[in-house]
């Protein structure tokens, strides 16, 4: 089904407001475990309970001491490969037409906007050298994978074609880029060079998901968003070989299971669902199993991102 991108890939970035460094929370989940590392994830929790005003916040992985640490609204938190910065989508004062780069340490100070355009700027993916930011951009009249430097500077369209390319993410040995694009008439997954070249196809299912790379390269999850007859669409989490084989559904639930983000170590998955009625964050095994509720509150908790170590 052809729908309108303009619209479905940064409005899927869902966005939010929290007011910065007001207190944690040390609750922790039923039948916790012990994860490690921390994760930064999308929460509304100190707002009003919808998916709209929420801000960026950080948990240890197993659900314990989160913390707010953004006092604008954003989305889609990244980590650079140090695990000193955060970026993010962000939305400045009350302009609701789009979003930028934005760049902050890992504490919340020193926020910085990096792209300062008048178009969307999204869906960030930083370079495992942590020299260079990937995001997508409708600044040339549709959207394209562009890539800069980690201060803003140096942008470079890397996709520059009619089709709609977005949702760039880089491989951990940093020569390739898994990205999502509407270029074969359907919605699927592809892989190129880090430099553009080399576009290889690797999905033929119809997703728009957001591809990304297990730590050690061997890998790429993605929530794949299925249609059928009269009915709602589902998401689900699927996991493939780097060259698309092997592809298979990792949680095969009738619920939204959604935006996702590897532990360090390639063991675990964490990602958000409304299985249990709101958005939450979930961890489970990198095969299924062991799925544990991080959050489990009444607020929506979404787009994790684990702290590399």
Request: aromatic fraction near 10%; proline fraction near 6%.
């Amino acid at each position: 089904m052809h729908r309108n991108v303009s619209n479905v890939w940064w409005l899927a970035a869902v966005l939010g407001v929290a007011v910065a460094g007001c207190g944690s929370d040390s609750t922790a989940p039923s039948g916790g475990r012990p994860a490690a590392g921390q994760i930064a994830f999308l929460s509304n929790r100190d707002g009003n309970y919808t998916v709209g005003n929420s801000g960026i916040y950080l948990m240890n992985a197993d659900g314990t001491g989160v913390t707010r640490l953004s006092n604008i609204t954003a989305g889609g938190p990244v980590w650079s490969p140090d695990g000193t910065k955060i970026a993010f989508e962000g939305l400045p004062g009350n302009q609701e037409v789009y979003q930028e780069v934005y760049v902050m340490n890992a504490d919340g100070s020193d926020l910085r906007n990096l792209t300062n355009n008048p178009g969307p700027d999204l869906q960030l993916a930083w370079s495992p050298d942590g020299t260079k930011i990937a995001f997508s951009s409708a600044r040339d009249g549709n959207s394209e994978v562009y890539v800069m430097n980690e201060d803003g500077t140096g942008l470079v369209n890397l996709t520059n074609n009619a089709a709609a390319d977005y949702r760039p993410v880089w491989s951990p040995d940093g020569t390739k880029i898994a990205f999502t694009s509407y270029r074969a008439g359907s919605y699927e997954i592809y892989g190129m060079n880090a430099d553009g070249a080399g576009v290889t196809r690797l999905t033929n299912i119809n997703t728009s998901g957001i591809p990304v790379w297990a730590p050690d390269g061997s890998k790429i999850a993605f929530a794949f968003e299925r249609y059928e007859p009269d009915a709602a669409p589902v998401e689900e989490i699927y996991v493939m070989n780097a060259d698309g084989s092997g592809l298979h559904n990792v949680t095969n639930n009738p619920a939204r299971d959604a935006r996702l983000a590897w532990s360090p170590d390639g063991t675990e998955i964490a990602f958000d669902s409304d299985r249990d009625g709101n958005a939450e964050i979930y961890v489970m095994n990198a095969e299924g199993s062991g799925l544990l509720n991080l959050t489990n509150n009444l607020a929506s908790d979404f787009a994790p991102a684990w702290r590399p170590r």
